[in-house]
């Protein structure tokens, strides 16, 4: 087998994934797409939990702007997580692939509550988790939700899939050519330098409680199984 190097993964996907070429909404192609990739990984024997983000469909933030209370946006982007979740799950039993999707707020006819020790179980019995709804509270990110659920099932990493950008830059590598990639950072120079990876509430999450985090780009078919296998080729925070 195969030398891997994270045995239990957290792969953050952000909402922008799902969308495919028109960039908003869920594009079941794509969709089908990322199953595909995640299947190879799961065919490794790698324990992977999922957490969606939900930019794809509404943010809080966007909604807050236009007039809305800012708490009942935050509902609204956690419940188009839960649409996306469930998405990616039914293209990865289409595949064959056992998933179960735990949500922070319950709904019970379409998936389990979040239940920290039923999620473990999952994972140790080669089911993949998908977790929904975010951490369940408003003001929070599915940033801050991986970070935070990474701690909780224990695992060994965050692999965090950026659609089209291949790591961290000291600056912005879309609009200045000279930027250069860092291939290694502490939490510390997340924080201290304002790299804009994860939001502060996660990043200081992910510190606290040593939670390596790896970002690498998503849109190149094959990166999450090179990352698991301990491929350089993107960068990693922490350990
Ligand atoms: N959200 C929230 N609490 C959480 C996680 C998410 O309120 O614990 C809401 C928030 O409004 C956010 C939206 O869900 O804008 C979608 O999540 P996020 O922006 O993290 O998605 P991504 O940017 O990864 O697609």
Known sequence: MADIKYKRVLLKLSGEAMAGEKGYGIDPQTVNAIAAEIK??????????????????????AGAELGMERAQADYVGMLGTVMNSLSLQDALET???PTRVQT??????????????????????????IFGAGTGSP????????????????????????????????????????AVKYEHLTHMDVLSQGLNIMDSTASTLSMDNDI??????LNTSGNIKRVVLGENIGTTVGG
């Not at 190879?40 to 933030?61: D, K, S």
């Not at 950008?165 to 600056?171: C, E, L, R």
Request: proline share 3%.
């Open 212 to 217: 390596d985090l790896v970002v690498f780009n």
């Open 40 to 61: 190879e990984v799961y065919e490794l024997g790698v324990e992977i939990a999922i957490v969606i983000g939900g930019g794809n469909l509404w943010r809080g933030e």
């Open 95 to 97: 595949l064959d692939v």
């Open 139 to 178: 003001y929070f990110s599915t940033d801050t939700t991986s970070a935070l659920r990474a701690a909780e099932v224990n695992a060994d990493a965050i692999l965090m899939g950026k659609n089209g950008v291949d790591g961290v830059y000291n600056d912005d590598p879309r609009k200045n050519p000279a």
């Open 104 to 129: 922070a707020i319950e709904m019970r006819q379409v998936a389990e509550p979040y239940v920290r020790r039923k999620a473990v179980r999952h994972l140790e019995k080669g089911r993949i988790v």
